[in-house]
């Protein structure tokens, strides 16, 4: 696929929809299994339509939030409705190359008013699945200007030309691809065909939304990584359980079937949500499947959301 930089930093994709559906389609061996569903899904106009159904509301942030670095009209409005209705609003996101200052930073920029600790991201699951492992020396797949915020902890060595960081760490760490190129993705392989060493994922998006395509992220240079040299990566963040472990210990002791999981992407904010047994409501006419005919893809892929709503 071709690959360039956007103004914004971001490797941009020329792949279409389709290509990305496909892309997902075919690391579904490293995803989790689907449970079968005998339901179908209901569509509703927005999240105002369904609201008296549900307590909680984990909202994805590309493609449910924002589109790049704008918000999606309207969707400020109707959160700030939610949340004066009582509804417990939280953002579960595979934004691991974000600090999580600079996320909040974000948010209120484009107009959302979220407390700290009701943003949850894959950054922190990754933390979070560390464990015994913080000791140990990382080499760090990120783009320098985003910061260590969060990281501080950790001995870090960022991925870059050299190749002789590939062969010095202890394992390596993958948040964020906006600075990543062939090059170093062919220094990474090589290092990992020499010696084998763990390859941690926090963001297992393999493409993300964005004003004018998409981004590649993590995801997409770690299922690559794993074809050509055999390591299974770990993955935290959607659709894997871990995230939404997170999400419901803030929560506190709630009713499950209460809650509704919200996003752009069937392969992982819909799928992690049938993971975890909640509902789910794919967003059909931003995001992932703009313009596309979304009850085609769930038909294909057999991950069935409870509603598809045409905008937030």
Not at 124 to 149: Q, Y
Not at 186 to 198: G, I, T, V, Y
């Amino acid at each position: 696929m071709g690959v360039g930089e956007s103004p914004g930093g971001h490797h941009l994709t020329v792949m279409s929809t389709e290509t990305a559906f496909e892309a997902y389609e075919s690391v579904r061996h490293r995803l989790p299994v689907v449970r079968p569903s005998a339901a179908g899904f209901q569509r509703v106009a927005t999240l105002a339509d369904i609201a008296d159904g549900f307590d909680v509301f984990l909202l994805d942030a590309f493609g449910v939030l924002n589109i790049g670095e704008a918000a999606i009209p309207g969707t400020p409005e109707r959160i700030a409705n939610l949340k004066a209705a009582g509804k417990r609003v939280l953002v579960v996101s595979n934004a691991a190359g974000f600090p999580h200052a600079a996320l909040m930073e974000k948010y209120s920029r484009l107009g959302y008013d979220f407390a700290p600790e009701d943003v949850i991201t894959s950054r922190v699951t990754l933390l979070a699945g560390l464990n015994g492992r913080k000791n140990l020396h990382w080499g760090l797949m990120a783009t320098r200007s985003t910061g260590l915020r969060d990281l501080e902890d950790l001995t870090l060595t960022y991925l870059e030309e050299g190749p002789a960081t590939y062969d010095a760490v202890e394992g390596f760490l993958l948040v964020g691809s906006a600075a990543w190129t062939e090059e170093r993705q062919a220094l990474l392989e090589n290092a990992l065909k020499k010696h084998p060493r763990p390859v941690l994922v926090g963001n297992p998006d393999i493409v993300a939304p964005r004003e004018t395509g998409f981004s590649v992220e993590p995801g997409h240079f770690a299922h690559r990584l794993a074809d050509r040299t055999g390591i299974s990566p770990e993955f935290y963040g959607k659709p894997f359980p871990d995230i939404f472990d997170i999400a419901f210990k803030r929560l506190g002791n709630v009713d499950r079937s209460r809650v509704l999981m919200v996003g752009d992407s069937l392969h992982t904010d819909i799928l992690g949500a049938r993971t975890v047994g909640i509902a789910s409501a794919l967003v059909a006419e931003y995001g992932f499947f703009a313009g596309q005919d979304a009850e085609k893809a769930v038909l294909a892929t057999g991950i069935v959301p409870d509603f598809i709503v045409e905008r937030p």
